[in-house]
């Protein structure tokens, strides 16, 4: 009977050995296989870069200052198009294996090597690119670097949960995110963002200047040019005469402003500043720090000899100007300046503040041209309004004027003048009045003035 009992106690302790090891194989086998299966969901969501997943899959909690930093990085809303297809196509490149071998499990705790594959972004971005296209496309082709990272786990009900989602090495995976590029921006590309229609519109009737003493165009561009204005990229302007350069402007930071006025003074020439231009076939080029000609446009200047003594009707010579000119007001057609005698802006009522300012109780803003009684052009004029002094301001309210009038010369006691009205009746707007003079052949003048 004992010996029976004990053989039976034996076989007990045997079998219940034998059990035991073959759980705890059964086990480890299990563990190791979930640890596998959760490492290879937490390299698919690296890959795909999804904050989202990441933050749900793991231990990391939503609320957390980690949490909130992997989401700007990965999902931040500050990207530039350019920025966010240069990320899609690094992580284009993104491939992983994980090494079964370097899983390590122990208790509630595990952990197991993750080897990614990723394109060289760094070596590529030593290149200039003149395109996001052409960046891209090198990037799908470059040469690609292995990253490590040793994926840690912790055991919550029977599940295996990423337990260092969101620390320092494991951000540092995504390093191309805060990588630094700039695309080359070439003539061409700066030439693409030029609003013809608008920088066209100031330009003197037919190209053609008589006897000015100085010769502009006025380059306007589209708004985008503003994201520009940090890259440090400076143009500048020349006159050409006959194809010889006879001035070369300072340097001009593109995307400082959507305009960029080239204006040559006949000082800039070397001559006085109320003597004409000579005569001749003038460019004026916009270059890059190359060289590079983004534009050019080309002008006529003539001179024709002016009579001495009195203008046509007795009341004087014609050509004169005001202190204002070239500063806030211009002739567009300088052969309408034969017939000036002094033109500027006028104050019926006492409410100039300044050579161009009115207050706010203007009654009516006012600009007024002396000219000489053998004038007799039939002119049109509108006024436009903006409170913003930049290109685009400008050009949406030249497109959409607030008052047109027209004007003949009238004769009073003390000359022949061009009244160019706008009555507002004490309403003006602060901010800046336009206004543009045309006759039959195109814009005479433009000035504006300021209510403040």
């Known amino acids: 009977?004992?010996?029976?009992?004990?053989?039976?106690?034996?076989?007990?302790?045997?079998?219940?050995?034998?059990?035991?090891?073959?759980?705890?194989?059964?086990?480890?086998?299990?563990?190791?296989?979930?640890?596998?299966?959760?490492?290879?969901?937490?390299?698919?969501?690296?890959?795909?870069?999804?904050?989202?997943?990441?933050?749900?899959?793991?231990?990391?909690?939503?609320?957390?200052?980690?949490?909130?930093?992997?989401?700007?990085?990965?999902?931040?809303?500050?990207?530039?198009?350019?920025?966010?297809?240069?990320?899609?196509?690094?992580e284009g490149t993104i491939e992983y294996e994980i090494d079964e071998e370097s899983v390590s499990v122990n208790k509630n705790e595990a952990s197991v090597d993750i080897k990614f594959t990723i394109a060289d972004y760094a070596d590529v971005l030593k290149d200039e690119f003149t395109s996001i296209d052409?960046?891209?496309?090198?990037?799908?082709?470059?040469?690609?670097?292995?990253?490590?990272?040793?994926?840690?786990?912790?055991?919550?009900?029977?599940?295996?949960?990423p337990s260092n989602v969101g620390g320092k090495k494991f951000i540092k995976f995504y390093d191309y995110?805060?990588?630094?590029?700039?695309?080359?921006?070439?003539?061409?590309m700066i030439a693409a963002f030029i609003d013809r229609t608008m920088s066209d519109f100031w330009l003197a009737s037919g190209g053609k200047y008589t006897n000015t003493n100085f010769i502009e165009y006025d380059y306007y561009f589209d708004s985008e040019v503003y994201e520009y204005a940090e890259r440090g990229i400076y143009l500048n302007y020349r006159l050409l005469k006959d194809g010889s350069v006879v001035f070369t402007s300072e340097d001009i930071l593109f995307g400082e402003s959507t305009n960029i006025s080239c204006r040559i003074e006949s000082t800039d020439l070397g001559i006085g500043a109320m003597e004409a231009i000579e005569a001749g076939k003038y460019t004026i080029e916009l270059v890059n720090k190359d060289g590079d000609v983004i534009d050019s446009v080309s002008i006529d200047v003539e001179y024709v000899p002016q009579p001495s003594g009195n203008g046509g009707g007795g009341n004087g010579g014609g050509g004169n100007t005001s202190s204002g000119e070239g500063v806030y007001f211009d002739?567009?057609?300088?052969?309408?300046?034969?017939?000036?005698?002094?033109?500027?802006?006028?104050?019926?009522?006492?409410?100039?503040?300044?050579?161009?300012?009115?207050?706010?109780?203007?009654?009516?803003?006012?600009?007024?041209?002396?000219?000489?009684?053998?004038?007799?052009?039939?002119?049109?004029?509108?006024?436009?309004?903006?409170?913003?002094?930049?290109?685009?301001?400008?050009?949406?309210?030249?497109?959409?004027?607030?008052?047109?009038?027209?004007?003949?010369?009238?004769?009073?006691?003390?000359?022949?003048?061009?009244?160019?009205?706008?009555?507002?009746?004490?309403?003006?707007?602060?901010?800046?009045?336009?206004?543009?003079?045309?006759?039959?052949s195109g814009i005479i003048?433009?000035?504006?003035c300021q209510v403040s």
């Open 445 to 448: 003048l433009y000035g504006y």
């Open 331 to 440: 002739y567009y057609d300088a052969s309408f300046k034969n017939y000036v005698i002094e033109a500027d802006w006028y104050d019926y009522d006492g409410y100039m503040t300044g050579a161009n300012t009115y207050s706010s109780d203007v009654q009516t803003i006012a600009f007024s041209i002396q000219v000489t009684s053998d004038c007799t052009k039939q002119l049109t004029y509108f006024y436009a309004w903006t409170d913003k002094a930049d290109g685009d301001a400008i050009k949406d309210a030249l497109n959409n004027p607030l008052y047109t009038g027209t004007a003949s010369p009238v004769e009073y006691t003390n000359g022949t003048f061009y009244d160019f009205d706008y009555p507002v009746n004490g309403n003006a707007q602060k901010g800046y009045y336009m206004l543009v003079v045309s006759d039959a």
């Open 1 to 90: 009977m004992k010996r029976n009992s004990l053989k039976k106690a034996v076989s007990v302790f045997l079998a219940g050995t034998i059990l035991l090891g073959f759980a705890a194989c059964d086990f480890g086998g299990a563990s190791k296989k979930a640890v596998l299966e959760a490492a290879e969901t937490l390299a698919s969501d690296m890959a795909s870069a999804s904050a989202s997943k990441l933050i749900k899959n793991s231990t990391l909690d939503k609320k957390s200052d980690e949490a909130a930093q992997l989401t700007e990085l990965l999902e931040g809303g500050d990207y530039s198009d350019d920025q966010l297809a240069f990320f899609k196509a690094v």
């Open 177 to 188: 995110r805060n990588a630094e590029f700039t695309l080359e921006l070439t003539a061409e």
């Open 134 to 161: 052409e960046l891209t496309s090198a990037i799908k082709k470059a040469d690609t670097k292995e990253v490590s990272f040793t994926a840690e786990f912790e055991k919550q009900d029977k599940e295996w949960i």
